[in-house]
């Protein structure tokens, strides 16, 4: 039981890590709530099923391909319908809700309502202290930890991690000392759809393939990003495994603990609002609280 | 008094191609169960209605108060379930459980304040988002009460015919409608909340300090968003007979968002035109060849309506068939050459 909530936290956690960082980073670069994050999680899982089940290439190959191809619709989503109505932020998460729409409804057209599922990469188990642990579980897990690092390293070490985090802070001070505004949001929207399709393709394996699989992880996003604060990356990193192990734990320990998982992610959502609207390590600024 | 109304329609309506055209869209809506024969398109047009009233009760809230609530649908399922449960569990009629539900919603808005009211901007909508959802959580866990994904069915018709009911509907929508109009008329002599939300959307701390209570008229406008988005929901549990988990999906809420922002944000007609060209054009789809196509063409408009049209679609007609005298600000039809009272060129 007990390994069970531990290998379920870290790999949903991981998941979520992802898709929330991706998240935080486009919020904190323009504040724009990109709700059509999650959808190109649910795009890279079924470029996945196209490309190994139905095409047939290999693993890697099939990786590279769908992120790359994830990224640049990603890219191309924010250059052509984003990028012009970013400043009013109803408008915004309009047309990513409608974009996620649009991306669900054009899977149902092509794949129908049913639930694929692809194989696992690697198969067997390995013993970790007397506990079995799937290797398709660790493989994902690999996978996560590795992402994390390289956008860590990206974005502390490298020139374009400097030039992200100087736009986020003052895109017009940054304009000033020279970085291209435009291009280093053009990147950030590259670099976050790119991690959502990173999860895609990580629980692809893992859990079902299906039209609708982009609603769920976006309310937990939500929910983890309020938590950790809105634009901010170690916050969603931390809130991403602390919400994964409430999902574990009601799932596993309440009865009916399936439907009830969303309402305990979102009492959680509800009294951080509440008592700290900033979220555990979000900086409150003046104009967003009365 | 007629006579005063007759002075008003001959001098006030007819010059102004904007509302004589609302007036013969009225006119239209209130003959239209005797011209067309078939009671599928009649109840198309009910829904309709119902519609409008739920889609201007969001553009009241969230369009004029600046409070943009993504969790519209909390208010109408509350109304929905409201009503079903009186019903399964006490027996009344719809003439009792619709005003109760109505109720609910509107306690339901009041109850959203309390965390809302602290929060502004994606925050505000990020957390109203939540709570329909949360409910939908508790409705399937507690399946025996409230039927789970299959809701409570069987309610009672809300009269024995359709063609009575589409009446029942259009009338409450009518008042309903007018209701939210006066009270967010910004140029009005005798209520102030239009100017005041107006007041609140552009500068909250301005507002404030000219002296408004801004928390009351923000309660208000939650409370009166949810009271009509309650008699939207209970009308349409009783209407199609069933209060089910889609009145609280998150698709509900942003149908709202979509027909406003469709007919034009900001302007109670434009959330009734939004709906009445949107939601028939979408049924209608369902009986062409295209019909799988349906669901999206939705996303589609949305998208180019917000790239090419972002005032909306009433508002961009309006543009092009009124124009503002320059010097007394009169509402003029746009192919007038002077002003019909001043005569200013309009040119």
């Known amino acids: 039981m007990i390994e069970r909530i531990i290998i379920g936290t870290l790999v949903t956690g991981g998941v979520y890590a992802l898709l929330a960082s991706g998240f935080s980073l486009i919020f904190g670069m323009a504040h724009i709530i990109n709700l059509a994050q999650t959808a190109f999680y649910m795009l890279a899982a079924y470029g996945m099923y196209l490309f190994t089940q139905q095409i047939g290439l290999g693993v890697i190959e099939s990786i590279v391909i769908t992120i790359v191809a994830t990224t640049l619709l990603g890219i191309l989503c924010y250059r052509l319908l984003i990028n012009r109505i970013r400043q009013h932020l109803v408008a915004v998460l309009l047309i990513t809700i409608a974009l996620a729409l649009l991306f669900e409804q054009l899977m149902l057209l092509f794949y129908g309502a049913h639930y694929l599922s692809t194989p696992y990469l690697i198969g067997g188990f390995t013993e970790i202290l007397g506990v079995r642990v799937l290797n398709q579980h660790l493989l994902t897990l690999g996978i996560v930890a590795v992402v994390i690092i390289v956008v860590w390293l990206l974005l502390s070490k490298t020139k374009l991690g400097i030039a992200i985090r100087a736009t986020a802070q003052d895109a017009e001070v940054a304009n000033l000392m020279g970085i291209s505004v435009p291009r280093t949001l053009l990147l950030t929207m590259g670099i976050a759809t790119a991690l959502a399709a990173v999860a895609g393709i990580a629980v692809a394996p893992l859990w079902t393939i299906y039209p609708y699989m982009w609603t769920s992880p976006l309310m937990m996003v939500m929910v983890i990003v309020i938590l950790g604060g809105l634009g901010n990356i170690k916050g969603s990193f931390i809130g991403a495994f602390i919400i994964a192990l409430v999902e574990v734990l009601v799932v596993s320990l309440l009865p009916s603990g399936s439907f009830l998982k969303m309402v305990f992610a979102m009492l959680v959502m509800v009294i951080v609002l509440v008592v700290r609207p900033g979220g555990l390590f979000g900086i409150v600024f003046e104009e967003e609280r009365l | ?347």
């Open chain 2, 1 to 347: 008094m007629l006579r005063r109304l007759l002075n008003d329609f001959r001098w006030g309506v007819i010059p102004v191609p904007g509302r004589l055209l609302a007036i013969i869209f009225f006119v239209f809506l209130f003959i239209f169960p005797l011209i067309v024969q078939g009671s599928y398109y009649v109840r198309i047009f009910t829904f309709a209605s119902i519609f409008a009233i739920f889609a201007a009760s969001w553009d009241l809230l969230s369009g004029y108060s600046g409070q943009a609530n993504f969790g519209h649908a909390l208010f109408f399922g509350v109304a929905s379930y409201g009503s079903a449960l009186l019903y399964k569990y006490l027996g009344w009629t719809p003439a009792v459980t619709i005003p109760i539900g109505a109720l609910a919603g509107t306690l339901a808005g009041v109850i959203t304040c309390i965390p809302a009211l602290r929060l502004r901007g994606p925050y505000l909508s990020l957390l109203t988002m939540a709570f329909p959802l949360m409910l939908l959580g508790l409705i399937f866990a507690f399946k025996n009460v409230t039927g789970g994904e299959y809701g409570i069915s069987g309610l009672p018709r809300l009269a024995d015919s359709v063609s009575k009911e589409y009446y029942i509907c259009l009338l409450v929508m009518t008042v309903s409608v007018l209701i939210m109009w006066k009270l967010t008329d910004a140029g009005s002599k005798y209520v102030r909340t239009g100017l005041i939300l107006h007041a609140i959307r552009e500068d909250e701390i301005a507002a404030r300090a000219t002296g408004i209570n801004t928390v009351r008229y923000k309660i208000l406008a939650f409370a009166v968003g949810g009271l009509f988005a309650g008699i939207a929901g209970a009308l349409y549990a009783h209407v199609i007979r069933v209060a089910g988990p889609s009145s609280l999906a998150i698709l509900m809420s942003f149908q709202a968002i979509i027909w406003v922002v469709f007919g034009g944000i900001v302007s109670i007609y434009g959330a009734v035109v939004g709906v009445y060209t949107l939601y028939p054009l979408v049924e209608l789809l369902r009986k062409t060849p295209i019909s799988q196509y349906r669901l999206l063409i939705l996303p589609v408009i949305v998208i180019l309506i917000l790239l090419f049209m972002p005032e909306g679609i009433a508002v961009w007609i309006r543009d092009k068939i009124e124009r503002e005298c320059p010097r007394c600000k009169l509402t003029n039809a746009a192919w007038r050459r002077e002003c019909r009272a001043c005569s200013a060129s309009l040119r």
